[in-house]
């Protein structure tokens, strides 16, 4: 449930209408709903209330907005992040050093040594490689640096193949059979205080029976490696809950998650850490944009020009994502379209084919579910700018991201002397 919703004819977040916003702060703007980020907080922490040693730390790639981190630190969450940047903007929404994760395949020199000077909580190292090097760059300070090694449990999450991360052949942890060799070698290390395992096969799951099968292999590695003397004290188990993008997606509820959770972990006698992004944010947000003109007269149905582009909302063009598109003072007429935005390519496109409520130019529609993985993913191309983002709450909103014009992005360009 979000709290998106007609209200006298007109679509409101909260109590604020879009059009409203829309006047305000122009579009396109993505517009965040304060009370459907709490209640998705609630939501998932009671879901896990069965499990009584944990830490939520929220995905950040999946909404970075200060904002938005500052909402979820008040309902307690932690963070976890994949870059500097990510850590930076957690300490700045002021979630605790000790509740951050830091996740990633690449991370850096510099990146590590950013985690070990602010005392982030976890590394979750990803290779043998990177858990030398962070061992020797926390010895040098005379620290042991707390980490979980990511294992790769070759499960199939049933998703989009470019958002899988735990078959074999992705680039995401240790291979389950290399587990125990990578455990023996990196818990000796002076530098590192290993204590425990990670795992994460990929996001928008709408299934709990992938998750089940590598929480199970998580569970039988941990028996191992206690079988052979190492300490295992947490386990993280990443993210990846699903939410529905469109009518008929029925994604595991965080009651039913917890369940399962709860169950297959009961003997592990670890604290458990949870990685949730999408779940939280997804369907909490929604991309504000206006129809620039509707064009007839091709091969097909009319084309929808809305003022929102690939740039602002990458996900239809990247993974052929469904984002349900829906009139803010729909007539009560339909109408079957194709909706593309203005850059110059044919993959900018966010619905071919689509019955939709009827549009002429000027007026304001949403793409739902646009909370999770859409300002994040914004470029400039087309140097359309970056798209701003209000956080509503009641009947106020602020503008918690400001519209970066083109012209700002050219400043920060330098054309040479010798050019
Ligand atoms: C390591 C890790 N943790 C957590 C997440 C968050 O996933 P989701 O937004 O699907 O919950 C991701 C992204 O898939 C990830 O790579
Ligand atoms: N960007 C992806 C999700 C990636 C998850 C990364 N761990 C999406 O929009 O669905």
Not at 295 to 322: E, S
Not at 384 to 410: Q, S, T
Request: proline fraction near 5%.
């Amino acid at each position: 449930m979000d709290h998106f919703a007609l209200k006298n004819g007109v679509l409101h977040a909260e109590d604020v209408p879009l059009t409203r916003i829309a006047e305000e702060v122009g579009t396109p703007v993505y517009v965040y709903s304060r009370a459907t980020l709490e209640r998705h907080a609630r939501v998932f922490r009671e879901g896990l209330e069965g499990v009584p040693h944990k830490l939520i730390a929220f995905a950040v790639k999946a909404n970075p907005n200060l904002a938005v981190l500052k909402v979820l630190q008040q309902q307690g969450f932690g963070a976890d992040v994949v870059s500097g940047g990510e850590l930076i903007r957690a300490l700045a929404a002021g979630m605790a050093p000790e509740m951050i994760v830091f996740s990633g395949v690449g991370k850096t020199r510099a990146e590590l040594e950013l985690g070990l000077d602010k005392g982030i909580g976890q590394f979750n190292i990803e290779s043998r490689e990177e858990g030398r090097e962070l061992a020797e760059l926390a010895a040098a300070r005379g620290e042991r640096a707390p980490a979980c090694l990511r294992i790769n449990p070759d499960v199939d999450a049933k998703t989009h193949e470019k958002i899988s991360t735990g078959k074999a052949e992705n680039k995401f942890g240790i291979p389950m059979v290399h587990a125990r060799e990578a455990y023996d070698e990196l818990a000796a290390l002076e530098g590192l205080n290993l204590r425990g395992v990670a795992v994460h096969i990929g996001s928008q799951l709408l299934d709990l029976e992938p998750l089940e099968t590598a929480f199970a292999k998580v569970g039988t590695l941990v028996e191992d490696l206690r079988a052979a003397g190492h300490t295992i004290t947490h386990v993280d188990l990443g993210g990846g809950l699903g939410v529905p993008y469109r009518a008929g997606e029925n994604p595991p509820s965080p009651a039913g998650y917890g369940a399962m959770v709860a169950r297959v972990t009961k003997d592990w006698g670890v604290h458990l850490t949870f990685e949730p992004g999408r779940v939280i944010a997804g369907n909490a947000g929604v991309l504000l944009t206006q129809v620039v003109r509707v064009k007839r007269g091709g091969n097909g149905p009319p084309f929808v020009i809305v003022d929102a582009a690939m740039n602002d909302l990458a996900r239809p063009a990247l993974y052929g994502a469904w984002h349900d598109f829906i009139a803010v003072e729909p007539s009560g007429e339909r109408m079957t379209a194709n909706i593309v935005g203005p850059i110059c390519e044919t993959g900018d496109t966010f619905a071919r084919d689509r019955e939709c409520d009827a549009l002429v130019a000027g007026d304001l529609a949403v793409f739902r579910t646009g909370g999770a993985y859409g300002a994040t993913m914004a470029s400039s191309y087309n140097s359309r700018g970056f798209v701003p983002e209000a956080l509503v709450d009641g009947d106020r909103f602020a503008v918690v991201a400001d519209r970066i014009p083109a012209a700002a992005i050219m400043d920060a360009e330098r054309v040479p002397d010798w050019l």
